[in-house]
Nanobody, 120 residues
Framework: QVQLQESGPGLVKPSQTLSLTCTVS??????????WSWMRQPPGKGLEWMGA???????YYSPSLKSRTSISWDTSKNQFTLQLSSVTPEDTAVYYC????????????WGQGIQVTVSS
């Protein structure tokens, strides 16, 4: 059974960089042919895909967030990380990590989500 767990600060100040980590257990993040994604859901809005890192280490980003987003991994810890720079209150959301056979759909395992609030 694959499990994903998000971790990171729950409060970030405007203009700072948000950094979240997803720790994976029960399976390796380098296993063919899975993609490990980050998504978010602002209050009262739908789920937004932000980006993904593949089993190969290749990265994929939402065009609307690409200039502010970076996804990386630490295979020794079986973790992947999201960094979102220059945050504003509009980046307040519940952030999720998930696994799927494609970069941005068909997820089969999800983390429970982590609330991140951007406020001074």
């Amino acid at each position: 059974q694959v499990q994903l767990q998000e971790s990171g600060p729950g409060l970030v100040k405007p203009s700072q960089t948000l950094s979240l980590t997803c720790t994976v257990s029960g399976g390796s993040i380098t296993t063919n042919y899975y993609y490990w994604s980050w998504m978010r859901q602002p209050p009262g809005k739908g789920l937004e895909w932000m980006g993904a890192i593949a089993y190969s280490g290749s990265t994929y980003y939402s065009p609307s967030l690409k200039s502010r987003t970076s996804i990386s991994w630490d295979t020794s810890k079986n973790q992947f990380t999201l960094q979102l720079s220059s945050v504003t209150p509009e980046d307040t959301a519940v952030y999720y990590c998930a696994r799927g056979p494609r970069p941005h759909s068909d997820y089969d395992y999800w983390g429970q989500g982590i609330q991140v609030t951007v406020s001074s």
